[in-house]
């Protein structure tokens, strides 16, 4: 089945780069997403990759896929007091309609 | 554009009752999906709707149930309340691919 997993907790201090990993089990996985969830709030879409990609950069976010080892990483850089956040990484599958979260890595931002 | 709206914000019920809770999707898109997310942990999947027809259940009893109205809006109605179902649900709209998500609506149940 499917499965992902995420450590809990990342700490680093402002203006430094953040890096939050994933591992995820369903080699069918078509699309990776990360989500950011402030507290209190929805989830908020930050960016996704297609599995036949390897990397994705989005301004300050870049995503890296290491389809071989089932990784996922999410790199801050610049890291700021207000990306102090929840970050989910997810999958799914084309034509499947779940998508499969982690539990989420809480990142703190020291100023 | 209006984004994924739902309502209540907050709601609180006791064991045995039902509730219903609302979602209006993103302008455009089609699909809608519902999500439990409980304390602490990473959302998880109860269904989809597409064209107002279930398209694809998690790990839900019955009790969970949904409708989705031809204007893409949707229900989640959960009967015979547990305490088990205090939780944020999420509703959630996409047109390809990704989801897009509401705010949420807190339940809690006594």
């Known amino acids: 089945g499917e499965d992902v997993e995420q450590s809990l907790f990342l700490s680093v201090r402002e203006g430094d780069s953040s890096v939050i990993n994933c591992t995820y089990t369903d080699s069918s996985s078509t699309y990776l997403y990360w989500y950011k969830q402030e507290p209190g709030a929805g989830l908020q879409l930050l960016t996704y990759i297609f599995s036949n990609m390897d990397m994705k950069q989005d301004q300050r976010l870049t995503v890296l896929l290491n389809k071989k080892d089932k990784h996922l990483s999410l790199r801050i850089a610049d890291t700021q007091t207000g990306d102090s956040a929840i970050y989910f990484c997810?999958?799914?599958?084309?034509?499947?309609?779940?998508?499969?979260f982690g539990t989420g890595t809480k990142l703190q931002v020291i100023p | 554009e209006t984004g994924v709206t739902q309502s209540p914000t907050h709601l609180i019920k006791t064991r045995g009752q039902q509730v219903t809770l609302r979602c209006s999707s993103q302008?455009?898109?089609?699909?809608v999906s519902w999500y439990q997310q409980a304390l602490g942990q990473g959302p998880q999947f109860i269904f989809q709707y597409y064209r107002e027809e279930e398209n694809g259940r998690g790990n839900f009893p019955p009790r969970f149930s949904g409708l989705q109205f031809p204007n893409y809006s949707s229900e989640l109605n959960v009967n015979a309340l547990e305490l088990d179902d205090s939780a944020l649900y999420l509703c959630?709209?996409?047109?390809?691919?990704?989801?897009?998500f509401g705010p949420g609506t807190r339940l809690t149940v006594l």
């Open positions: 959630a709209s996409s047109l390809e691919g990704a989801l897009f």
């Open positions: 302008s455009g898109h089609n699909t």
């Open positions: 997810a999958e799914s599958r084309e034509g499947y309609q779940k998508v499969t």
